[in-house]
């Protein structure tokens, strides 16, 4: 079957930024210049336009961009995205035959000596093509009398028959051409494709998290929201500004969990805080220990005074003692003998903890539930959350929830706490995470650290995941840190934050836990496998930390946070760039500005034992300089500066020094 | 807003096959076992399971087989295409419940003695499974019998209570359960995917373009189509199994070409075959010095005899003389001055050529008198056509007009004469070319060929585009040919037809120039830059051949073809790979057969002056060999053999000798 209009020519495909094409949205942040690049072409030798069509998703009227060529029919386009939440944008695209025609004239005035042109003709042809723009311009009234006026003067110019060598069309007549494109046989891209617009913090955060019964001055008391208030400054002092707390709702009784895990509890043991849910409510409620809403309030209003978010863990899930098992029975299995099915991964058994059936024949009922216990916090004041266990619970849920949020808050970031494949973790992401928790952990070779990276922080990956790093979570310590030799354990700890403060723009760490240099595991290492699990884990039991030790590397951490807030290159991930070292310990990489008005190159020893030294071979295109440069490399941890020149310089780091962060000038 | 229903929780991504995300079909051959892979995954731990439904376009009912897992969330399923035309498929997943149970009880079973397991209430919950799995399996009495009888064989060993450590599912059982998957929450890819398939000869052939004027034994004579069908078992004894013919039609008298392409000819000049139409008629008349409709008749017949397909040359342009000219102004472009535009590209003119008008008020007559050129020839037994510069017609066009002719004639392939930029020739064969032109002609260096080859013989390119390589043409006659020295001529023409033949499963050659190494350009090279006419070209004159020159390469030729013929191998691109030498002049690629029966390592000298030699680095695991292998390599052309081992062997060329086309096989 023949098309309605069968005189559209242009071809457009391959368009970019497109996640699934255009299934999800692609993620940008306010004021990105946003560009667009797309293929576009035609048949034959005529000139093609083109131009952006974008709108905010709350908005009709379709703004307007023209495209620029670039090569092989390639093009590019952009805009600034200044308004947060859902844009769309397509591409029209048609024959420019004013433009082919004055590129053809110029050819005819060139060639006039070497064979006979018709120049007047031509210029009778030009003349045409200028009343058809002033019948498009009809409209726009002295506009149309210019172009009737530059037809006329055309037909004059033939008449004349003259011997003529410059082009008579000038660049005015041609932007007032450019005006009123012929339409008429344009092509629109078939369908809009979403882009969605987050605030700053979902590209650049740097995340603290701390249980808050642990909080507490005062050893063996348990910690409160107030206690946590008191904490800010210090918090954010250190450059942090997203605080992030595990549950802080009522916590279950049945089948409570004991310290280190233990099945048996002691009676006053405080549980898990994940076990969700007791008389006192449940996923909008605060544990009594805690405080009240009011604390919670005082808290976040102090977090916001500090310009930190705070950051609600949400794990849907239900102790047996949670509100919703008895209110709303639908919403969970039920066994062959009555009970409601725990979670269980067999032979593994959770008792404390019920999941919620997304296959209920009430699962709108639930959806809405879940989207409430969003709304809830939102109200208060929350704008960031940590989802707990996304993964398990249905993507489509996902999807529809947070959409259902970024309708009235567009502003609020969901970061998915997803450890599986990665499928699942980018489908996550697709779907309207944020960010997200990544592999880093378990990336400690140079090579690993290469390819993740690469895949992370590049097309198409970039366009919808953003990574956020982290070294440590009370989930998973990880067998590196492990280690009874301070020196060894504190380089390994130094090395971990640097990788992760200047790899990736989003990071965090499990305080203070951290900068602590806490290793101790449940389990000691048995055989080749060790448990990721702390020894007497703040999961289950209150800890008092010694912030005043002197070991603690809170100020190197604190330095990170400095020249990350100092440095724009590490606000962003799309301009990493790994750089050659033939040494399998040392690990190289920059990121620029997109101006190169800040460039950082960073040199990590990976080796918490030995010094380590070699030749750094740096692609000197990606920091913006010629192949005979001097520059002055300052590092940024120490103050020193060095002067190197070209592309080969050498380094060397002990484990103590751990690395060079560079800032680049030129001399 | 909430989806219909949230409880379909798998996601299908990444669907292969797959040209712009559904919207051209990839190509197959009949025949062929079609693999189709996606991501298939959804959220937890449950089991996916997941088929292919696929159909034939004149059908609506689809066919189901099942997908198998790879590893990490792809999944592949295979299907035979058993009818040439347009095929769709469309992927169905869901989450697979008794599966899960299943594996989970196995994990129960062996975990007892670790930990108490409930055994019988796990046996209940199967039982349960099964009621559901005979509930939808009703409409089979016998079946749901089986499946009611196995639940209760459940309950009852649950009722008994007793030791058990092997699970009572049986493997009858597990098919028997397939049989009736709960489809009730099972999501389906939101579109159908289409395929093309084509008949054997769109993935490997071999064309032969002669002109048919100068075909005749008669020095002088205007050749006919009587003597091209007495040509045709000579062809065929050489191998080919496609006869191209450039344009058979009435030729017009106004601004004809002279010899050379002079503008001012010769009374009795032939003119150009591809200025179409005169008052004989146009593209659907034949000229009669060529002969008649009958003659054409009785060639196409002649030809399907040796099973050889011709091919016609469709180049939908009008000499003025042509009848459309006047029978459809509409069809054309008109200037100011009254007289319709002749082809040119300023400044250049082509004043016995007149394009046809893609913008066209009578498109649609347009279109339709152009479909009307195929139908008449397709009448008359043509399968086969080469479409003179596709990309100067609207890309729309063809997109409905190749799928019109293939609507009733699915075997029709469409060759593209397209030289021009990547994106304009991949559109044409995603709108429907069965094969392309290529740069091969211009690839003469080793970094170029293996750049090129990887690009066109690998996906996404290769599931839409099939390249048909040409050493020459009417059109080009590349510089490397233009050579004086016999010897070195005849190396570089026998070395660009082995590159043609071992490279791409399509290739052809414009004879008898290519086997008489016609090297003769219409101008010589002035500066860096050459003519790619040929002098005297047949194009614009009769040309009188002398097949019996000792020099003719027909024999090689001849001997080329019939190892294409007896190796599979080289029936194919998709299994293409380069190998390493350490040599500039030396290229070595390899073609095996899927089941790697057939393999064959072609090594060829690119410099024809000197002889070259070098260390072959063989990737034994693209030839199926371990790393200790001891295998035979015969050359085809020689019938020398040699006994090679391991990865490193030892290769010499000279200029005479050009290549190695080694079959490999194991001792």
Same mark, same amino acid.
């Given at each position: 079957?023949?098309?309605?209009?069968?005189?559209?020519?242009?071809?457009?495909?391959?368009?970019?930024?497109?996640?699934?094409?255009?299934?999800?949205?692609?993620?940008?942040?306010?004021?990105?210049?946003?560009?667009?690049?797309?293929?576009?072409?035609?048949?034959?030798?005529?000139?093609?336009?083109?131009?952006?069509?974008?709108?905010?998703?709350?908005?009709?009227?379709?703004?307007?961009?023209?495209?620029?060529?670039?090569?092989?029919?390639?093009?590019?386009?952009?805009?600034?995205?200044?308004?947060?939440?859902?844009?769309?944008?397509?591409?029209?695209?048609?024959?420019?035959?004013?433009?082919?025609?004055?590129?053809?004239?110029?050819?005819?005035?060139?060639?006039?000596?070497?064979?006979?042109?018709?120049?007047?003709?031509?210029?009778?042809?030009?003349?045409?093509?200028?009343?058809?723009?002033?019948?498009?311009?009809?409209?726009?009234?002295?506009?149309?009398?210019?172009?009737?006026?530059?037809?006329?003067?055309?037909?004059?110019?033939?008449?004349?028959?003259?011997?003529?060598?410059?082009?008579?069309?000038?660049? /005015?007549?041609?932007?007032?051409?450019?005006?009123?494109?012929?339409?008429?046989?344009?092509?629109?891209?078939?369908?809009?494709?979403?882009?969605?617009?987050?605030?700053?913090?979902?590209?650049?955060?740097?995340?603290?998290?701390?249980?808050?019964?642990?909080?507490?001055?005062?050893?063996?008391?348990?910690?409160?929201?107030?206690?946590?208030?008191?904490?800010?400054?210090?918090?954010?002092?250190?450059?942090?500004?997203?605080?992030?707390?595990?549950?802080?709702?009522?916590?279950?009784?049945?089948?409570?969990?004991?310290?280190?895990?233990?099945?048996?509890?002691?009676?006053?043991?405080?549980?898990?805080?994940?076990?969700?849910?007791?008389?006192?409510?449940?996923?909008?409620?605060?544990?009594?220990?805690?405080?009240?809403?009011?604390?919670?309030?005082?808290?976040?209003?102090?977090?916001?005074?500090?310009?930190? /978010?705070?950051?609600?863990?949400?794990?849907?899930?239900?102790?047996?003692?949670?509100?919703?098992?008895?209110?709303?029975?639908?919403?969970?299995?039920?066994?062959?003998?009555?009970?409601?099915?725990?979670?269980?991964?067999?032979?593994?058994?959770?008792?404390?903890?019920?999941?919620?059936?997304?296959?209920? %024949?009430?699962?709108?009922?639930?959806? /809405?539930?879940?989207?409430?216990?969003?709304?809830?916090?939102?109200?208060?004041?929350?704008?960031?959350?940590?989802?707990?266990?996304?993964?398990?619970?249905?993507?489509?849920?996902?999807?529809?929830?947070?959409?259902?949020?970024?309708?009235?808050?567009?502003?609020?970031?969901?970061?998915?706490?997803?450890?599986?494949?990665?499928?699942?973790?980018?489908?996550?992401?697709?779907?309207?995470?944020?960010?997200?928790?990544?592999?880093?952990?378990?990336?400690?070779?140079?090579?690993?650290?290469?390819?993740?990276?690469?895949?992370?922080?590049?097309?198409?990956?970039?366009?919808?995941?953003?990574?956020?790093?982290?070294?440590?979570?009370?989930?998973?310590?990880?067998?590196?840190?492990?280690?009874?030799?301070?020196?060894?354990?504190?380089?390994?700890?130094?090395?971990?934050?640097?990788?992760?403060?200047?790899?990736?723009?989003?990071?965090?760490?499990?305080?203070?836990?951290?900068?602590?240099?806490?290793?101790?595991?449940?389990?000691?290492?048995?055989?080749?496998? %060790? %448990?990721?699990?702390?020894?007497?884990?703040?999961?289950?039991?209150?800890?008092?930390?010694?912030?005043?030790?002197?070991?603690?590397?809170?100020?190197?951490?604190?330095?990170?946070?400095?020249?990350?807030?100092?440095?724009?290159?590490?606000?962003?991930?799309?301009?990493?760039?790994?750089?050659?070292?033939?040494?399998?310990?040392?690990?190289?990489?920059?990121?620029?500005?997109? /101006?190169?008005?800040?460039?950082?190159?960073?040199?990590?020893?990976?080796?918490?034992?030995?010094?380590?030294?070699?030749?750094?071979?740096?692609?000197?295109?990606?920091?913006?300089?010629?192949?005979?440069?001097?520059?002055?490399?300052?590092?940024?941890?120490?103050?020193?500066?060095?002067?190197?020149?070209?592309?080969?310089?050498?380094?060397?780091?002990?484990?103590?020094?751990?690395?060079?962060?560079?800032?680049?000038?030129?001399?």
């Amino acid at each position: 079957m023949k098309p309605t209009e069968g005189r559209k020519r242009i071809v457009i495909e391959e368009i970019q930024p497109s996640v699934n094409d255009g299934r999800y949205p692609a993620k940008r942040i306010l004021g990105d210049l946003i560009e667009i690049t797309a293929a576009i072409f035609g048949d034959g030798h005529d000139h093609v336009a083109a131009r952006l069509l974008y709108r905010h998703a709350s908005q009709r009227k379709t703004q307007a961009t023209p495209f620029a060529a670039l090569t092989n029919d390639l093009w590019s386009a952009t805009f600034t995205a200044d308004r947060l939440g859902l844009w769309y944008f397509t591409i029209e695209a048609w024959i420019d035959h004013f433009d082919t025609w004055t590129h053809d004239l110029a050819k005819r005035l060139a060639a006039q000596t070497d064979s006979a042109q018709d120049i007047p003709l031509a210029l009778r042809i030009g003349a045409n093509h200028l009343d058809a723009v002033a019948l498009r311009a009809k409209a726009k009234s002295a506009d149309a009398r210019k172009l009737t006026a530059a037809a006329a003067d055309l037909r004059r110019l033939a008449d004349q028959n003259l011997a003529l060598y410059d082009s008579p069309i000038t660049t /005015d007549l041609i932007a007032l051409v450019a005006k009123y494109p012929d339409l008429g046989f344009a092509t629109k891209y078939s369908t809009e494709l979403p882009l969605w617009i987050d605030r700053e913090r979902a590209r650049f955060s740097s995340w603290y998290e701390l249980f808050p019964r642990s909080s507490s001055l005062n050893p063996g008391h348990h910690g409160t929201l107030r206690d946590v208030a008191a904490r800010v400054p210090e918090i954010s002092a250190m450059g942090f500004d997203v605080l992030y707390m595990p549950p802080i709702h009522p916590i279950g009784t049945a089948f409570r969990k004991g310290r280190n895990n233990s099945t048996t509890p002691e009676p006053n043991d405080v549980g898990s805080p994940w076990a969700i849910g007791a008389p006192e409510g449940g996923h909008t409620a605060i544990l009594p220990a805690l405080g009240t809403l009011a604390d919670f309030d005082a808290l976040v209003h102090t977090a916001q005074s500090h310009n930190i /978010d705070i950051a609600l863990d949400i794990a849907f899930q239900c102790s047996p003692d949670h509100p919703w098992v008895a209110a709303h029975p639908a919403w969970f299995s039920h066994r062959p003998d009555g009970t409601i099915q725990y979670a269980e991964n067999p032979p593994k058994k959770y008792q404390d903890i019920y999941p919620l059936n997304f296959e209920s %024949s009430d699962w709108r009922g639930l959806w /809405d539930a879940l989207f409430g216990v969003f709304k809830f916090w939102i109200d208060r004041g929350v704008r960031v959350f940590r989802v707990d266990n996304p993964h398990t619970k249905a993507l489509p849920f996902w999807e529809w929830c947070i959409a259902e949020v970024h309708k009235t808050t567009p502003d609020a970031l969901f970061l998915a706490e997803a450890f599986t494949r990665p499928h699942v973790m980018y489908s996550l992401a697709k779907g309207g995470f944020s960010q997200s928790y990544t592999y880093f952990t378990w990336r400690n070779t140079k090579a690993d650290l290469i390819e993740y990276f690469e895949e992370i922080c590049n097309p198409p990956v970039s366009d919808f995941f953003r990574p956020n790093v982290w070294p440590n979570t009370p989930d998973i310590l990880h067998a590196q840190f492990q280690i009874d030799d301070l020196a060894q354990r504190r380089s390994i700890f130094q090395q971990r934050v640097i990788l992760a403060t200047t790899l990736s723009s989003n990071y965090g760490i499990y305080g203070p836990a951290y900068e602590l240099l806490e290793g101790r595991p449940a389990k000691p290492a048995a055989g080749k496998t %060790s %448990s990721e699990e702390y020894l007497d884990s703040e999961k289950y039991q209150l800890r008092h930390w010694n912030r005043d030790d002197p070991n603690s590397i809170a100020p190197l951490i604190t330095q990170l946070n400095r020249i990350r807030h100092e440095n724009p290159a590490v606000q962003r991930n799309e301009n990493l760039h790994f750089h050659t070292i033939a040494n399998d310990n040392l690990l190289v990489y920059s990121k620029s500005s997109s /101006d190169y008005t800040n460039i950082i190159l960073t040199v990590v020893n990976l080796d918490p034992i030995n010094p380590q030294s070699g030749i750094v071979d740096l692609a000197l295109d990606k920091l913006n300089l010629p192949w005979d440069a001097t520059f002055i490399v300052e590092d940024l941890l120490t103050g020193a500066s060095y002067t190197w020149s070209g592309q080969y310089n050498y380094v060397a780091l002990t484990p103590a020094t751990t690395a060079h962060i560079f800032r680049i000038t030129r001399t």
